[in-house]
């Protein structure tokens, strides 16, 4: 057991390993230590004297928490799982590393803020210049910034404040973490410019990277890199990586970073939200909506026409009481679509994922109409899109039951969605009606009308006859 | 009553299957689970376009019931390079004043246009400076996001850049590394800002002795006024500054209103022409119950400097009445410029070579910088 650790901590490097024994996460040796003392978990041992092997371990069903908590102190975590379930006969069931946790790719529901992004950095530079991209793996958006000075990077990272960076020269890494924040730099070599075109491209499913705006060869570089990274920790494709969007700071109100700190745009001297401009204007039903409103703010307009259709918009909704009443009712229930998307994409969703967007998208085409009748263009045109997934929004019907059960509990399918889970869910619910029907033949045959076919667990399917009827039991 | 157990073949067979459709119907549900989530996933383009649209219709609804609530006004965004704002609020501000019930939010305008490059608005502490500038800050982020403003009227000329630079309190507590920051920034100011840009700048100079800061204020505020010609702010407890205003023919002096009651100062938070003719630091002092006898000792300084101001060194004859010691304003010596600095105008090579640059401090060097800049024009 000790010598499959092994291989899988040469594999995991300087993540910590959790490694799954049963109902526990194990962390041995130096891991053992540091996990300790961050989580405030006992220290014990494997083997007693020479051979001792320091351990600590935590439920696997609270492990979650734990392993958020360590992330947030700057580690990084490595998943391993049982690959099999373990049985009689089973000597070692097969390990696995099924995913790297780290700062910048915590996808999980209750370690995030829900209406806070969550960004990777990639930072490529060469010869002085440098360029940011920003991927947020919770919900799939890939940002990249044009080349700029590496001074112009860093303020990026200043005013972004991603959780983790990745950088291509080592000797940037201090600086980029000083400037961002955060709680884990990376040095790793980039894929070169062409390879990681190639690798864009392929990804995206497009021909060409010019009909997203992406040119600079840093760019390139630094988009590539925060997808691959997204795609090795989690051991996923990341298909909810579905473009990636050129910000040029040229095209905005650039606020300096010391101002959106100064001007407590979105958190105050004491970090929190409350007394900041997002404070006052964020009434948001959803948390994708608080997101999004949070970005608007930290990079304002300046093409007036841009502005002028929302301003149209919002004076529009400004002046309708009752219509703004109707579109806050639908929004209500629609839920986090971009992170639950997130989740299944990276293979840590559940049926009450699906089962969330069902509801979300049952909510879109009444929110469509509404927004349809309005005469600002900006509402008008967000009907289509809307109403664009309506046939998935039907398949989720057909297919969950109504009241979805949480976690991987089974039962979410939808009886008559699939005829031959239907007939393993009849056989497995101890084939009721081929138990009446044996039941009926066994009657039929014996003349015994007493006769009942029961279960229990110890005994498995039997015959009860009562001792009255014993003589009329045939042989078989 | 007795009953006794038997099993069929048939009822075994059937057993075996139950059992084994437990597992497969798991495997199977987990099939079904892996196909949703491709079609999924599928979609994924489509699904986060929707997405956006409702987060895009969200956050549209909280504009505008912010705007309902809150009486706030659509602002004229257009190419001009003026930022007009009549009764403008500082959003947070007024609502946490309203939350609290401390009084109504006092209203206030600002101009700045072709005419209007630079204000200089002076005022005590506490006099409610920096709320009045941030406001006009936030009127313009939140007019160039495509909100409505707090305010009765507003018209905003494109911004590009917005820069803000505020000394912070304990700036002199801290030393002169903060001072390095704050230059620092300052430094950056002024390289990347343009004629587009819109900068609030509050007690600029204040991390630094009292000379070197008025010195350094002043010195930025004519680059941003001759040089850069953005829209800027200018915060100050200098007073002395109010003469650049007079000088420059695109600055202005704005004031924060105060009046005294009885020996009290009273702030009345309302912006007005002119000139802090002085900074009633020591009715804010008082206040802040400072002891009488401090108070009493501090008014006489101030007589004696507002008598007689600065000597042609530079020095201010605030020692007077205590004997012969030279008064040290700065927390740091700062050498005269004329130790390091020979005079021959022709011979700033000479001047250069000559500076030990180990034992200059970087604003020994940005006044012997200045100070040859002079010669030479």
Same mark, same amino acid.
């Given at each position: 057991?000790?010598?499959?650790?092994h291989?899988?901590?040469?594999?995991?490097?300087?993540a910590?390993l959790?490694?799954?024994?049963?109902?526990?996460?194990?962390?041995?040796?130096?891991?053992?230590?540091?996990?300790?003392?961050?989580?405030?978990?006992?220290?014990?041992?494997?083997?007693?004297?020479e051979?001792?092997?320091p351990?600590?371990?935590?439920?696997?069903?609270?492990?979650?928490?734990?392993?958020?908590?360590?992330?947030?102190?700057?580690?990084?975590?490595a998943?391993?799982?049982?690959? !099999?379930?373990?049985g009689?006969?089973?000597?070692?069931?097969r390990?696995?590393?099924?995913?790297?946790?780290?700062?910048?790719?915590?996808?999980?529901?209750?370690?995030?803020?829900?209406?806070?992004p969550?960004?990777?950095?990639?930072?490529?530079?060469?010869?002085?210049?440098?360029?940011?991209?920003l991927?947020?793996?919770?919900?799939?958006?890939?940002?990249a910034l044009?080349?700029?000075?590496?001074?112009?990077?860093?303020?990026?990272?200043?005013?972004?404040?991603?959780?983790?960076?990745?950088?291509?020269?080592?000797?940037?890494?201090?600086?980029?973490?000083?400037?961002?924040?955060?709680?884990?730099?990376?040095?790793?070599?980039?894929?070169?410019?062409?390879?990681?075109e190639q690798?864009?491209?392929?990804?995206?499913?497009?021909?060409t990277?010019d009909?997203?705006?992406?040119?600079?060869?840093?760019?390139?570089?630094?988009?590539?890199?925060?997808?691959?990274?997204?795609?090795?920790?989690?051991?996923?494709?990341a298909?909810?990586?579905?473009?990636?969007?050129?910000?040029?700071?040229?095209?905005?109100l650039?606020?300096?970073?010391?101002?959106?700190?100064?001007?407590? $745009?979105?958190?105050?001297?004491?970090?929190?939200?409350?007394?900041?401009?997002l404070?006052?204007?964020?009434?948001?039903?959803?948390?994708?909506?608080?997101?999004?409103?949070?970005?608007?703010?930290?990079?304002?307009?300046?093409?007036?026409?841009?502005?002028?259709?929302?301003?149209?918009?919002?004076?529009?909704?400004?002046?309708?009481?009752?219509l703004?009443?109707?579109?806050a009712?639908?929004?209500?229930?629609?839920?986090d679509?971009?992170?639950?998307?997130?989740?299944?994409?990276?293979?840590?969703?559940t049926?009450?994922?699906?089962?969330?967007?069902?509801?979300?998208?049952r !909510?879109?085409?009444?929110?469509?109409?509404?927004?349809?009748?309005?005469?600002?263009?900006? $509402?008008?045109?967000l009907?289509?899109?809307?109403?664009?997934?309506?046939?998935?929004?039907?398949?989720?019907?057909?297919?969950?039951?109504?009241?979805?059960?949480?976690?991987?509990?089974?039962?979410?399918?939808?009886?008559?969605?699939?005829?031959?889970?239907? !007939? $393993?869910?009849? $056989?497995?619910?101890?084939?009721?009606?081929a138990?009446?029907?044996?039941?009926?033949?066994?009657?039929?045959?014996?003349?015994?009308?007493?006769?009942?076919?029961?279960?229990?667990?110890?005994?498995?399917?039997?015959?009860?006859i009562?001792?009255?009827?014993?003589?009329?039991?045939?042989?078989? | 009553?007795?009953?006794?157990?038997?099993?069929?073949?048939?009822?075994?067979?059937? @057993?075996?299957?139950?059992?084994?459709? @437990?597992?497969?119907?798991?495997?199977?549900?987990?099939q079904?689970?892996?196909?949703?989530?491709?079609?999924?996933?599928?979609?994924?383009?489509g699904?986060?376009?929707?997405?956006?649209?409702a987060?895009?219709?969200?956050?549209?609804?909280?504009?505008a019931?912010?705007?309902?609530?809150?009486?706030?006004?659509?602002?004229i965004?257009?190419?001009?390079?003026?930022i007009?704002?009549?009764?403008g609020?500082?959003?947070?501000?007024?609502?946490?004043?309203?939350?609290?019930?401390?009084?109504?939010?006092?209203? %206030?305008?600002?101009?700045?246009?072709?005419?209007?490059?630079?204000?200089?608005?002076?005022?005590? %502490?506490?006099?409610?400076?920096?709320?009045?500038?941030?406001?006009?800050?936030?009127?313009?982020?939140l007019?160039?996001?495509?909100?409505?403003?707090?305010?009765?009227?507003?018209?905003?000329?494109?911004?590009?850049?917005?820069?803000?630079?505020?000394g912070?309190?304990?700036?002199?507590?801290?030393?002169?590394?903060?001072?390095?920051?704050?230059?620092?920034?300052?430094?950056?100011?002024?390289?990347?800002?343009?004629?587009?840009?819109?900068?609030?700048?509050? @007690?600029?100079?204040?991390?630094?002795?009292?000379?070197?800061?008025?010195?350094?204020a002043?010195?930025?505020?004519?680059?941003?006024?001759?040089?850069v010609?953005?829209?800027?702010?200018?915060?100050?407890?200098?007073?002395?500054?109010?003469?650049?205003?007079?000088?420059?023919?695109?600055a202005? %002096?704005?004031?924060?209103?105060?009046?005294?009651?009885?020996?009290?100062?009273?702030?009345?938070?309302?912006?007005?022409?002119?000139a802090?003719?002085?900074?009633?630091?020591?009715q804010?002092?008082?206040?802040?119950?400072?002891?009488?006898?401090v108070?009493?000792?501090?008014?006489?300084?101030?007589? %004696?400097?507002?008598?007689?101001?600065?000597?042609?060194?530079?020095?201010?004859?605030?020692?007077?009445?205590?004997?012969?010691?030279?008064?040290?304003?700065?927390?740091?010596?700062?050498?005269?410029?004329?130790?390091?600095?020979?005079?021959?105008?022709?011979?700033?090579?000479?001047?250069?070579?000559?500076?030990?640059?180990?034992?200059?401090?970087?604003?020994?060097?940005?006044?012997?910088?200045?100070?040859?800049?002079?010669?030479?024009?």
């Amino acid at each position: 057991m000790l010598r499959q650790y092994h291989e899988a901590k040469a594999q995991a490097r300087d993540a910590l390993l959790f490694f799954r024994l049963g109902d526990f996460y194990e962390l041995f040796y130096e891991d053992a230590r540091i996990a300790a003392q961050i989580l405030g978990i006992t220290l014990t041992s494997r083997a007693k004297g020479e051979d001792r092997v320091p351990m600590a371990g935590v439920p696997h069903h609270a492990a979650k928490g734990y392993v958020a908590r360590l992330v947030a102190a700057g580690h990084t975590v490595a998943i391993c799982d049982q690959m !099999e379930v373990p049985g009689p006969g089973k000597q070692l069931v097969r390990r696995e590393i099924v995913r790297l946790v780290t700062p910048g790719t915590l996808v999980d529901e209750e370690a995030l803020e829900a209406r806070e992004p969550l960004w990777l950095a990639a930072v490529a530079c060469a010869e002085g210049r440098a360029a940011v991209a920003l991927l947020d793996a919770s919900t799939g958006e890939l940002r990249a910034l044009p080349e700029g000075s590496m001074e112009e990077a860093l303020d990026e990272l200043a005013r972004v404040g991603p959780r983790e960076v990745l950088v291509s020269d080592e000797q940037i890494s201090a600086a980029a973490r000083q400037a961002s924040g955060a709680v884990r730099a990376e040095t790793r070599s980039f894929r070169d410019a062409e390879g990681a075109e190639q690798f864009l491209k392929r990804h995206l499913g497009v021909a060409t990277l010019d009909g997203f705006g992406l040119r600079d060869p840093l760019s390139i570089e630094a988009a590539a890199e925060a997808l691959a990274y997204l795609q090795e920790t989690q051991r996923s494709a990341a298909k909810h990586v579905v473009r990636v969007a050129v910000e040029h700071p040229a095209r905005q109100l650039w606020i300096d970073p010391g101002a959106v700190q100064n001007l407590e $745009l979105f958190r105050g001297p004491d970090g929190r939200r409350s007394g900041t401009l997002l404070s006052v204007v964020d009434r948001t039903l959803t948390a994708s909506g608080g997101r999004l409103l949070s970005r608007w703010l930290a990079a304002p307009l300046i093409d007036l026409t841009a502005i002028r259709t929302r301003q149209d918009a919002v004076e529009e909704l400004s002046q309708a009481a009752v219509l703004r009443e109707e579109i806050a009712e639908r929004l209500r229930g629609v839920l986090d679509v971009e992170r639950l998307l997130g989740r299944l994409a990276v293979g840590q969703g559940t049926p009450r994922d699906l089962a969330g967007l069902r509801a979300s998208l049952r !909510e879109m085409p009444a929110l469509a109409g509404r927004l349809e009748q309005c005469s600002a263009s900006l $509402l008008r045109d967000l009907g289509p899109p809307l109403r664009a997934p309506a046939a998935l929004a039907e398949l989720l019907q057909r297919a969950l039951i109504d009241e979805v059960p949480a976690g991987r509990e089974p039962g979410f399918v939808r009886p008559g969605f699939r005829p031959d889970l239907d !007939e $393993l869910t009849e $056989l497995a619910q101890g084939g009721r009606a081929a138990i009446a029907a044996m039941e009926t033949a066994e009657k039929q045959r014996t003349g015994i009308q007493s006769l009942k076919i029961r279960y229990n667990k110890i005994f498995g399917f039997y015959i009860e006859i009562t001792k009255a009827n014993l003589h009329l039991v045939p042989q078989d | 009553m007795g009953a006794e157990r038997f099993v069929t073949a048939g009822l075994s067979d059937h @057993e075996a299957r139950v059992l084994s459709a @437990e597992e497969r119907r798991g495997a199977l549900e987990q099939q079904i689970f892996d196909e949703l989530r491709q079609a999924v996933l599928a979609q994924s383009a489509g699904l986060r376009a929707c997405a956006e649209a409702a987060a895009q219709a969200d956050v549209l609804l909280s504009l505008a019931k912010v705007a309902a609530d809150a009486g706030w006004v659509r602002p004229i965004v257009d190419d001009g390079d003026a930022i007009e704002i009549a009764g403008g609020r500082h959003p947070v501000v007024e609502r946490a004043l309203a939350q609290s019930g401390d009084g109504p939010f006092v209203p %206030n305008d600002v101009e700045l246009d072709a005419q209007r490059r630079l204000i200089v608005l002076t005022g005590p %502490n506490m006099a409610g400076k920096s709320t009045a500038m941030r406001q006009v800050a936030l009127i313009a982020v939140l007019a160039q996001t495509g909100s409505f403003v707090p305010a009765a009227r507003a018209r905003v000329g494109v911004v590009d850049r917005l820069f803000t630079r505020v000394g912070a309190a304990d700036d002199l507590a801290r030393g002169q590394s903060t001072f390095m920051v704050e230059m620092a920034e300052c430094a950056r100011i002024l390289h990347q800002a343009t004629p587009r840009s819109l900068l609030i700048l509050d @007690e600029v100079g204040r991390g630094t002795s009292t000379f070197d800061g008025l010195a350094l204020a002043w010195a930025i505020a004519e680059h941003l006024h001759d040089q850069v010609g953005a829209r800027t702010l200018f915060a100050t407890h200098y007073h002395e500054l109010c003469d650049l205003a007079r000088e420059k023919v695109r600055a202005v %002096n704005l004031t924060m209103a105060v009046t005294e009651v009885e020996g009290r100062v009273v702030f009345l938070r309302k912006i007005v022409p002119g000139a802090a003719s002085r900074s009633y630091g020591i009715q804010v002092a008082r206040l802040a119950g400072l002891p009488e006898s401090v108070l009493r000792r501090g008014r006489e300084i101030l007589a %004696n400097l507002e008598a007689q101001e600065l000597d042609e060194a530079g020095r201010p004859a605030l020692a007077a009445g205590r004997g012969k010691r030279r008064a040290q304003l700065g927390l740091f010596d700062a050498p005269a410029a004329a130790e390091f600095a020979p005079a021959k105008p022709a011979a700033i090579e000479d001047a250069l070579r000559a500076l030990d640059l180990s034992r200059t401090t970087p604003m020994d060097a940005l006044l012997w910088l200045h100070e040859q800049q002079k010669k030479l024009r």
